[in-house]
């Protein structure tokens, strides 16, 4: 008895071609900043005084408590961009792209952070000076000075 067979094979790319388009994009290394990204001194200084308190001001973490209410969600949303990047062959993303994304994503929720969170209400004396309380909140300078940067990074000398 004899058998025949025809059978025809395809070939499925998995995502080793994305993969390595995602590789090439990382040998031109970039680094992401989140935060007071060059923010003039006096803006960075009342930052870090509402994050951390000062004689008679308390502390308002605005930047801890955003890192700490997201950052699990940051990593899932970081993983499933570059997933969806990784088995989509025709995606013009880039690692760029995507810590750009990112940036956005993140500068976004410590400045609702810093606009929403639940703080201690403001001194009497504050509020007659601003005229309302809104804690963190008086010219909107800090919240806008909240933004990210992607950057090539400078090659560490050695010594």
């Given amino acids: 008895m004899q058998m025949k067979v ?17 590789m090439n994009t990382l040998r031109d290394p970039r680094a992401l900043d989140i935060g007071l990204i060059d923010a ?27 890192v700490d209410t997201n950052s699990a969600r940051w990593l899932t949303e970081w993983t499933k961009d ?20 990112m940036g956005k994503r993140c500068a976004d929720d410590i400045r609702d952070s810093l606009e929403n969170g639940a703080w201690e209400k403001n001194a009497k004396t504050t509020i007659q000076k601003k005229g309302f309380n809104w804690p963190l909140v008086e010219t909107g300078a800090l919240a806008a000075a909240i933004t990210y940067k992607v950057y090539k990074p400078q090659p560490k000398r050695s010594k």
Avoid: C, H
């Fill in 82 to 101: 570059f997933w969806v990047v990784f088995k989509n062959p025709n995606s013009q993303l880039t690692a760029r792209d995507l810590q750009a994304r």
């Fill in 40 to 66: 003039p001194p006096e803006i960075v200084a009342r930052g870090a005084i509402n994050e951390f308190g000062a004689p008679g001001i308390p502390a308002r973490p605005w930047l801890t408590t955003a």
């Fill in 6 to 22: 025809d059978a025809k094979f395809k070939s499925v790319d998995l995502g080793m071609k994305n993969m390595l388009k995602l």
